[in-house]
């Protein structure tokens, strides 16, 4: 069965300071990967998704930015931390077919300081 | 762009009750899915029943049942005998059946309170 792991799972960082999550998928191959940002209260929003290695949308133009070095490894990635980055990041992988429901991972709560 | 809105922001429910949770959205596609999606104290998004908008059938997962209408553009879960672990946010979300669509769009949740 599919797995998908998320860490660190709680992260406090300074502003200004460098951010790396990191996303794995186990028990599939080429899943479609997405990174969405979940502020306190609010719905989700998608930040990024991958169709591939190296290939990355992005659909909200920000502070962030996503790798995917292999097949089921998906990362998000900052230079430098807003306060406004402070949220719960999730992320989702799908298989191509004929399924469009995405599963989440676990999360990671971000607090900038 | 296609929007999901839900208006209930909170609902609360007896245990072994029956709750139903509203959701709407905008579209001018003919062809979607819908999905509510759980969301416990874990934070964890679990999936708990999607409908494809060309099957008039409402989809049905074991308590869980969906009231889809689609010329209304509406999609309520019904949550029968209602559990304490149901306890959670839900939220509603969709999703283009177009290749190149890749996001869920979300509502902004309704957290659903079982009562003892």
């Known amino acids: 069965s599919q797995t998908i792991h998320q860490w660190p799972a709680t992260l406090v960082q300074p502003v200004g300071s460098p951010l790396s999550l990191e996303c794995t998928v186990e028990?599939?191959?080429?899943?479609?990967l997405y990174w969405y940002r979940q502020a306190a209260g609010r719905g989700l929003q998608l930040l990024f998704y991958s169709v591939g290695i190296g290939q990355i949308s992005s659909e909200v133009p920000q502070n962030l930015s996503a790798s995917r070095p292999q097949d089921r490894q998906f990362i998000l990635s900052s230079k430098k931390l807003l306060l406004s980055d402070s949220g719960f990041y999730l992320c989702a992988w799908r298989t191509l077919g004929l399924s469009y429901e995405q599963y989440f991972g676990p999360g990671t709560r971000l607090t900038v300081t | 762009a296609q929007t999901v809105t839900q208006s209930q922001p909170e609902m609360s429910v007896q245990e072994a009750e029956t709750v139903t949770l509203s959701c709407t959205y905008d579209?001018?596609?003919?062809?979607?899915?819908l999905f509510w999606y759980k969301q416990p104290p874990s934070r964890q998004m679990i999936l708990v029943i999607r409908q494809e908008a060309y099957k008039q059938q409402n989809a049905t997962e074991n308590r869980f049942s969906v009231n889809f209408q689609k010329a209304a553009k509406s999609f309520s879960l019904k949550i029968s005998d209602s559990q304490l672990g149901d306890a959670a946010m839900y939220f509603c979300?969709?999703?283009?059946?177009?290749?190149?669509?890749?996001?869920?769009?979300f509502g902004q949740g309704t957290r659903l309170t079982i009562n003892p």
């Open positions: 579209t001018s596609e003919s062809d979607y899915y």
């Open positions: 979300a969709y999703r283009s059946r177009f290749q190149g669509a890749q996001k869920l769009v």
């Open positions: 028990g599939t191959s080429n899943p479609n």
